[in-house]
């Protein structure tokens, strides 16, 4: 360990400054957010010489679908940033770190995965709200879930049955809604559309609608999809939803910089 730099395991509200400073300096969704409220992860407080200079968030596994070990967060101060290869070492050292995981939006730990990372990868597309569209869908009705539309709802396979639903005829063709347990003022907006009424403009009708009460309830509209699913993709483009970043992730090479590929 260099002997001018500490990562110490702390309690979560020892970094809620330094997170308030890293959310500004983002000035975008966070997709993981929640993760520390939730559990999820393990905070570090950096010292270079004694003085703060930043914090660190690694999983702790105590949730079965994420991954432990992956570097989620970094921050440094401007007047630390010199320091950054240094820190990132020993951030990846003192948190057993072997993956990285970062929104290609987020310069600092963006150069942390390229410098420490091998295999990169990316498994979502992030989208924020570009432009106001002003589709129309001749007889559809958006309108609020209520109890007594829940027997005329169909079957969702990718998607939660959302607060907000289209309807032709008095049928359900879709349901949607925004989640809000990301970092203020952002709603992540899903929605699903019945599959034999797919293709007809209704998914980008619906999400321009959920758009609009999303505004109206003081949030910001965001969106993400997986890279291969093409559809999803142009039905949020035609929302006004357009790309921003994707999540990216790697393994940590090993210490003496000899990729797994290599000693083969």
Not at 144 to 151: F, M, S
Not at 187 to 196: A, P, R
Not at 212 to 233: D, L, Q, T
């Amino acid at each position: 360990m260099a002997p001018h730099i500490q990562v110490k395991r702390v309690e979560p509200r020892e970094i809620d400054q330094l997170r308030e400073l890293y959310r500004q300096e983002m000035n975008c969704q966070i997709v993981h957010d929640s993760y520390h409220r939730r559990g999820f992860v393990d905070p570090y407080v950096i010292l270079a010489r004694g003085r703060t200079a930043g914090y660190a968030a690694v999983t702790n596994g105590s949730h079965p679908a994420i991954p432990a070990a992956t570097l989620k967060e970094a921050y440094l101060s401007p007047a630390h940033r010199s320091l950054a290869h240094s820190i990132l070492r020993e951030v990846i050292t003192s948190g057993r770190v072997s993956q990285i995981e970062a929104q290609s939006n987020d310069t600092f730990l963006m150069l942390a995965l390229f410098d420490f990372a091998e295999g990169i990868s990316s498994d979502k597309i992030l989208f924020h709200d570009a432009y106001t569209t002003y589709l129309t869908a001749n007889g559809v009705a958006f309108r609020r879930r209520t109890e007594a539309a829940a027997t005329r709802i169909f079957e969702h396979r990718a998607e939660p049955v959302g607060d907000w639903l289209l309807e032709i005829g008095g049928d359900v063709v879709g349901t949607g809604g925004f989640l809000t347990h990301y970092n203020p003022p952002y709603g992540d907006i899903y929605m699903e559309v019945v599959e034999t009424r797919r293709r007809q403009g209704l998914g980008s009708f619906l999400v321009q609608e959920l758009k609009r009460v999303c505004y109206e309830a003081g949030y910001r509209p965001a969106a993400r999809c997986n890279p291969e699913n093409v559809a999803s993709r142009r039905t949020l483009e035609r929302a006004g939803l357009l790309p921003c970043a994707r999540i990216l992730r790697g393994r940590v090479r090993p210490p003496n910089g000899q990729s797994e590929e290599a000693d083969r």
